[in-house]
């Protein structure tokens, strides 16, 4: 178990399911997708959450806390980020990622990037390693209903593209197939990306109305079925698992 009070942390709940490690770079996220859970997570109003801004020293406690939490013999994938985007508009001035994947790679440990940050990503790609990992979160592939409840973040077909030139250059690519908001946009996701996607972490859609509207049992034995059909590797998460019995 990791020391308290490092800011290299080990998430629990749901958020456990994607990563044993993990850092956030950032307080808030300016993408102001209308679905995140983490205003709610970390008890900020949304107006402010998206005011973005770098966590106060954080470059120099990840620089401490980093050996520490290799010391207590961690070794494992460390997500960025959680409650925020890595590549966020605002990482093009702080470069914080960067920064991180250095001061994480020094210290023996691999990372695990989750964006919708599309492009802005690529310009780190020369620091990954074997072991690293580069994820996006796909919930369309229709643009305009992206814009609509992701407002900031990168559009669907940029993210797709980051990905290909992610897999092109030998890293290990996975989707986030949560939220869920239209299941048939996140079928066709599978149908369109399973070439170069090496796998998919398949959820719900929690905290939004939008979510009591789906009928997560059929969601769950359609997608299973087009995951099989494709040969995909998969993980379904725990709060669909229960849909799929």
Sequence with gaps: MLKKGLVIYEPKGRAGEYAPLAVNLYRGCGH?????????????????????SPRQG????????????ALDGH??????????????PI????????????????????VTILTKGGKRAERDFDLFQPGDEFAT????????????????????????????KAHELGIKTWVSLEPV?????????IRQ?????????????????????????????DCIATLKQYGCHYYIKKDLRRYSQ
Excluded at 137 to 164: C, H, M, N, V, Y
Excluded at 181 to 189: G, K, T, V, Y
Aim: aromatic fraction near 12%; proline fraction near 5%; include cysteine.
């Design 75 to 88: 070794k494992g994938n460390v997500l960025l980020c959680f409650t925020c985007d890595p590549y966020q």
């Design 32 to 52: 102001g997708c209308i679905y995140c859970y983490a205003p709610e997570a970390t008890f900020v109003d949304r107006r402010e959450f998206i005011k973005a």
């Design 193 to 221: 990306t399973h070439t170069f996607v090496d796998l998919f972490k398949v959820g719900l859609l929690n905290y939004h109305p939008r979510g009591k509207e789906i009928d997560w049992y059929e969601f769950a034995r």
């Design 137 to 164: 979160t796909l919930t369309f592939l229709d643009e305009q209903k992206s814009l609509q409840w992701e407002p900031k973040a990168a559009i669907p077909g940029e993210r797709i593209e980051t990905l290909k």
């Design 181 to 189: 908001i239209e299941p048939a946009e996140s079928l066709e996701i």
């Design 58 to 69: 954080i470059i120099k406690k990840l620089e401490k806390d980093a050996p520490q939490a």
């Design 91 to 110: 990482d093009i001035t702080y470069q914080l990622t960067r920064q991180a994947i250095k001061i994480l790679h020094k210290n023996g440990f691999n």
